[in-house]
């Protein structure tokens, strides 16, 4: 719903809205619970008029609902491939059960929320009822009466929905979650543990400088001395003290080496076991106190940091002047207090322990769980379904994914199929969050051998790759041609052709059948490929036995490379089932779109190559 509300009115656009918007220079901005303006006094009444058609007139429009729906499908691409998104999903699983802040969205969640749902959300949530308008400015109590009546006084609703929330529960003894990640060369950890303290509690201040002392506050915190600088464990491990209105909660951790994961935990534990039972120095309060006194000085440069002080003073019943002594406040925090906190809201031997990563660590982190049963989750903090075994051969499935994919009844009929097919050219249009514009790509295959992709980009049409079954370069706009090594074309001989998968005997391709995986309830065969220092992972539909997803995993030292492709729609061209639906993920990057173009036996034009 926070996305979609500033997406237009029923009276303005959201072209309209948003011209209208820069016209007088201002910033009008919405999330799930709130609507804020920023924009010079002068200005003001028009500001507002906006302001108040965007509360009482946004029309969610059914293109910007399927566009906003899209980008969490992509998001959801990549949160898959994301470590630290996991274990943020597991974290909230673990500490809050059957609590709000546990809904986390997956593909089947994002699936069934509907446009009246979000309409329906936002009829319950932005309603006078319970509401606050917060103004900060160039404007005295009475001008600010006086607007609020003029532009707010005839906006009506229901009784605003409050939802229940449970109290989280500090587990019972220190408890071990798993979250695998294929091919992972470090692990992410995370110890946590709930807090019974929310927003406006007398201890929120003091418990903010001993976070700072533990693992809040930079580079001389205890954790980061510790962990990195006498450990070398890892290049950062932080902490952080979660405090909301619903529920709050710890955590401390940071990615480590999957050699030195178990030693982490053993170092993340001490830490807190240490920071319960000792006194801290006086050059860690001190400095602490300095920092967090700076940045607070600094935040009150901002006019939205003064409304939101505003806003708290009376939301969580805070004293009149709570902010305007925080400085004193905050240079009263005694060691002695550290201590008192630390011991009521710390601990070491009731956590959660949230690590993601490759599954060769499992054996390692259990003697961490209480009762030896460590708790496995999946990418979005639920239960694993672990692979099964498959009731079919490795060359069974990618004979009937071969036969499929081509319509064919029989071999014989496939490789009849085949080589008939001279060449193909297909069209992809690719679009995504990060990349405002829409890329056009190029994919051609000639047979016997030759691949060949190019891109066009603002009407220029420039190669990547190019392949001839003996030799081949890659090309990047800013990076120039270069000629492939004869590491990378033994490589691609093994991927080339309409469908690698015919390589697989002839190439000698290492590939085994891992099983049945369930994924979002659809059930896929899964195919390992190992070449080298890669790793991939081939996903075929258990019903059709099309082929899904592919998942490409490389290791560069400490670090890997992942990419994602899905694939969708599959449509018949000549005989053959081509998908007309893409979406890729390369790190933080995410592509989606359509396949515009599939020619068989056509022409293309491949002049652009040999340039």
Known sequence: AGALIM???????????????????????????????????????????????VLLNTSFPESEFARIKKQNEDALLSAKSDAGTMAKNATVKVNFPGHPYSDVMNETTLKNISREDVINYYKSNFTPDGAYLVVVGDINRAQAEEVALKYLGDWKGGKKYVASFTEAAMPEGNQVTFVKKRGAVQSVVYVTFPVNMKTGDVNQL????????????????????????????????????????????????????????????????????????????????????????????????????????ALNTIRYNLPKDYYQNYLQKLEAVSKDDILSMSQKYFTASNCNIIVVGNEEILDKIK???????????????????????????????????????????????????????????????????????????FNYYIAPTTEATALEFQGNKMPLAYFDGKSGYTSAPMAGKKDMTAEEIAKK???????????????????????????????????????????????????????????????????????????????????????HTLSMNMGPMILSGQVTKVEVNGKPDMKIFKK
């Open 367 to 441: 003697q961490f769980d209480s009762d030896g049963k460590v708790t496995i989750l999946d990418e979005f903090g639920n239960p694993y379904i672990d692979i099964t075994p498959a009731d079919i051969s490795k060359e069974q499935l990618i004979s009937n994914y071969l036969l499929a994919v081509t319509k064919s009844a029989s071999m014989k009929e496939l490789n009849k199929k085949l080589k008939k097919i001279k060449s193909v050219e297909r069209v992809s249009e690719m679009s995504g969050s990060q990349m405002p514009m829409t890329l056009k790509f």
């Open 206 to 309: 003091p418990s903010t400088v001993l976070n700072g002392i533990l693992g809040g506050g930079g580079f001389g915190t205890r954790l980061m001395q510790n962990l990195r600088e006498d450990k070398a464990y890892t290049y950062g491990c932080y902490s952080s003290m979660n405090i909301t209105e619903y529920g709050s909660w710890m955590s401390a951790g940071g990615n480590f080496r999957n050699a030195v994961t178990d030693s982490a935990i053993t170092q993340i534990l001490k830490e807190f076991e240490l920071i319960t039972t000792e006194v801290v120095k006086d050059e860690e309060i001190n400095l602490t106190k300095a920092s967090q006194a700076g940045g607070f000085a600094r935040s009150l440069e901002s006019p939205s940091t003064i409304a939101r002080f």
């Open 493 to 579: 001989k093994k991927d080339s052709g309409l469908f690698q998968e015919m390589n697989y005997v002839t190439q000698q391709v290492n590939y085994s059948l891992e099983g049945i995986q369930n994924e979002n309830d659809v059930e896929y065969y899964v195919i390992k490929i190992v070449d080298g220092e890669t790793e991939s992972y081939d996903y075929y539909n258990r019903k059709t036995f099309m082929k899904e997803k592919s998942l490409t995993i490389t290791k560069e030292g400490d670090k890997t490379n992942e990419s994602t492709q899905v694939y969708g729609d599959f449509k018949e061209v000549n005989g053959i089932l081509f998908p």
């Open 7 to 53: 997406s237009g009115t029923s009276n303005r656009t959201k072209d309209e809205l948003d011209k209208e918007i820069d016209f007088i220079g201002a910033s009008l901005s919405a999330d799930r619970n709130s609507i804020s303006l920023s924009c010079l006094t002068k200005h003001m009444d028009k500001g507002l008029t906006l302001m108040k058609d």
